[in-house]
């Protein structure tokens, strides 16, 4: 039987990531001793590893496919083919930023005034070509962690900082000069994998579910019956991803209304509908939302 080794990330993306997963049909277990989860899906051989070296196992044919930053894909070189952007969460950015930060009292205020300072991030090799571009000969060295802790201590002049609202940054008192590259989660596959009819099927079929699973997080259904005399009025208030499924009831004047909007929206909708003449307001969950 053909596998696909499909690479899972460790780490901060593995909850979101898992949780996609089931949303999107499959059950996966992970073993706190294994770095070799379950699925069900006999098809699939998943592997857990850090978002960081995932690209370099894609692109190596170690692994068929996996799931890591377009960040890491960059800062890895990795020559390996993007099938999907997954944006996990509404409420978040679209993209994460790597910005360059220094301490609210620094006199560096632009990249031009780094020339003989120290930076320290995961992000090496991209902050190199950042400040190549730039014509900045600074010193930049690896952070294993705590890099936010270490401009402020004193030990280095500026840090690349992974954020998505600056929030922790703020809370150190440090202060963004400069975006150094965006990044999304992405689901990438070597190009032997992609020339595979089979893998390239099965990887395509993984993608349509988890981009379905996405779309559906804080959304939801709802259903309604209206009079046909009230079906314009209500009809005006509904928004929805294209046009609302109106069907026929047993009654000739009543009509079946569906449709699926924001959840966030629904508080101030429903009363808006019953009072606009919506009966039997029913409203439910959503696992994937295929487009």
């Known amino acids: ?5 499909l690479g899972l ?57 996996g799931i890591t930053g377009a960040d890491w894909t960059l800062e890895n070189g990795s020559d390996v083919v993007s ?29 031009k005034d780094l020339s003989g300072k120290r930076i320290a991030t995961e992000l090496v090799n991209v902050t190199k070509n950042y400040l190549k571009k730039n014509n900045v000969k600074a010193d930049v060295e690896f952070s ?38 965006e990044s999304v989660t992405q689901f990438v596959a070597n190009k032997e994998a992609v020339k595979d009819p089979w893998k390239k099927d099965k990887m395509e079929q993984i993608v349509m579910l988890l981009k379905g699973a996405i779309a559906a997080n804080n959304m939801v259904g709802l259903k309604m019956n209206v009079e046909k005399k009230k079906l314009d009025a209500v009809l005006k208030i509904l928004p929805s991803l294209q046009n609302p499924t109106v069907s026929h009831l047993s009654k ?13 929206t629904v508080r101030t909708l429903i009363p808006k509908l019953k009072n606009a003449g919506a009966h039997g307001i029913i409203e439910y969950s959503l696992n994937k939302l295929i487009y």
Request: proline share 3%.
């Open 1 to 5: 039987m053909k596998k696909l080794r």
């Open 252 to 264: 000739d004047n009543w009509l079946a209304v569906e449709t699926v909007i924001d959840e966030s």
């Open 144 to 181: 294993w962690g705590a890099t936010e802790a270490k401009v402020a201590d004193g030990l280095v002049d500026a840090v690349v900082e992974l954020t998505e609202t600056g929030s922790s940054l703020r809370a150190h008192k440090l202060r963004i000069i400069d975006t150094i590259v």
């Open 9 to 65: 990330p460790k780490g901060s993306l593995q909850e979101a990531t898992l949780k996609v997963f089931e949303r999107a049909g499959f059950k996966i277990y992970v073993s706190s001793r294994s770095y070799f989860p379950t699925i069900d899906d006999v098809e699939i051989q998943p592997v857990l590893l850090r978002a960081q070296e995932m690209s370099r196992y894609v692109e190596e044919k170690a692994l068929d496919c």
């Open 83 to 111: 099938m999907a952007d997954l944006i996990y969460a509404k409420q978040t950015a679209v993209k994460v930023r790597w910005v360059l930060a220094v301490p609210e009292a620094s006199d560096i205020k632009t990249v």
